[in-house]
């Protein structure tokens, strides 16, 4: 008797297919080929371009030729953005110092003035100096106070003139401070009571082309410096019966303070009203006294002719004109008229410097 088996009815799973039909898709592995090598390429290049590089940050005071140097328009900005120039305004905090091209004078930004608010900084990105004007100057007298030693072996008194400018930078009204005091420079002691920052023209030597316009505001502001110096130093001594030189008054200091008329800038220099109002203050410390006064109706020439004690009005007249004229060249107040300037003409410097061999033949061997 059979028993019944499976065995020859089961089949065995199997795959079969035509290994004679061609790949349609011949193209395929050649383009994936110099597809993924371009792709590689790319995605390199941008990641150089966005990356590889490193930004450096610079000072320059030629703002427009460094934006000129920008990457080519055909190149596209997705390879260019992250690496083409660009220029961030130099922050000025207020109570800095800074110069201006010319080089001439040292100025404190004061403050910075908007519409309705007061900044404590300036962001200035490169632009003119415009409508400057200087609204006062203050000649500032000192004997024994604040100098030092050797400052008072070289000269009984110590004259510095401080000017105070209205201008207009980047369309901010800003308030400038500037001073001139050759004995409270470097040249003569480095602790001398003219404050940190603020410094005399920039002599011959130290300029290799020095401008002639500076050259000259040097020379003038020296002389009628000088001529000051003098002239308040004769005026507070006089000789006793002995033939010694007393002090006629026992002063410590004092300040002079001249405002010009509001229309100065269109004003010849030569005009003996270029200053309209007058105040000063001269202090004995010992004695507690203070000799003051003002002149409005008269101005500084009208002091001149009555002769009023200190008689030293001709000379600071000379003085503050020099100085306003050296602040207009240096902040490059071209637009003025050149009568309303000393340093404009030859003609003017001639007339201004006639007197130069007398003031020039007075001056110490430091300050030549």
């Known amino acids: 008797m059979r028993m019944p088996s499976f065995v020859n009815k089961v089949s065995v799973p199997a795959f079969s297919y035509s290994v004679t039909r061609e790949y349609p898709y011949k ?8 597809g993924g090598i371009l792709l590689t390429v790319l995605f390199s290049a941008i990641n150089f371009y966005s990356t590889a590089y490193t930004m450096v940050t610079t000072t320059t005071p030629y703002r427009e030729s460094f934006l000129s140097r920008r990457w080519p328009r055909y190149i596209p900005d997705i390879f260019t953005s992250k690496i083409q120039p660009w220029c961030e305004p130099s922050v000025i905090p207020a109570h800095s110092y800074f110069n201006t091209n010319q080089s001439g004078l040292t100025y404190e930004l004061f403050s910075v003035e ?4 007061s900044t404590a900084a300036l962001n200035y990105t490169g632009g003119s100096i415009d409508e400057c004007a200087v609204e006062k100057l ?4 000192e004997t024994s106070n604040s100098r030092s030693p050797v400052q008072m072996s070289t000269s009984d008194w110590e004259v510095t003139v401080s000017s105070f400018i209205i201008c207009e930078i980047e369309e901010h009204p800003v308030l400038l401070i500037t001073r001139y005091g050759p004995m409270s420079m470097d040249i003569m002691d480095s602790k001398g009571s003219l404050p940190l920052g603020f410094y005399g023209h920039l002599s011959e030597g130290q300029l290799s082309m020095p401008t002639p316009g500076l050259y000259w505001a040097e020379q003038l502001s020296k002389a009628f410096w000088l001529e000051t110096l003098v002239a308040i130093t004769n005026e ?10 007393a002090s006629r008054y026992n002063l410590s200091s004092g300040f002079i303070t001249l405002y010009p008329r509001s229309d100065s800038q269109g004003m010849d220099m030569k005009n003996e009203s270029f200053f309209g109002y007058v105040e000063w203050a001269f202090f004995d410390q010992a004695r507690g006294q203070r000799y003051m006064g003002s002149s409005y109706d008269e101005g500084i020439i009208g002091l001149g002719r009555n002769k009023s004690w200190p008689n030293v009005w001709s000379q600071v007249d000379r003085l503050g004109k020099a100085m306003v004229s050296t602040n207009y060249r ?8 050149s009568q309303a300037n000393m340093l404009s003409s030859p003609e003017s410097l001639r007339y201004w410097t006639a007197n130069f061999s007398t003031n020039l033949a007075q001056s110490p061997n430091w300050l030549m």
Do not use: K, M, Y
């Open 27 to 34: 193209w395929f592995t050649p383009v994936a080929i110099v």
């Open 236 to 245: 507070t001594i006089q000789e006793s019966a002995a033939g010694t030189a």
């Open 330 to 337: 240096d902040l490059g107040q071209w637009q003025l008229p």
């Open 114 to 117: 908007g519409e309705d608010f």
């Open 138 to 141: 203050s000649i500032r007298f």
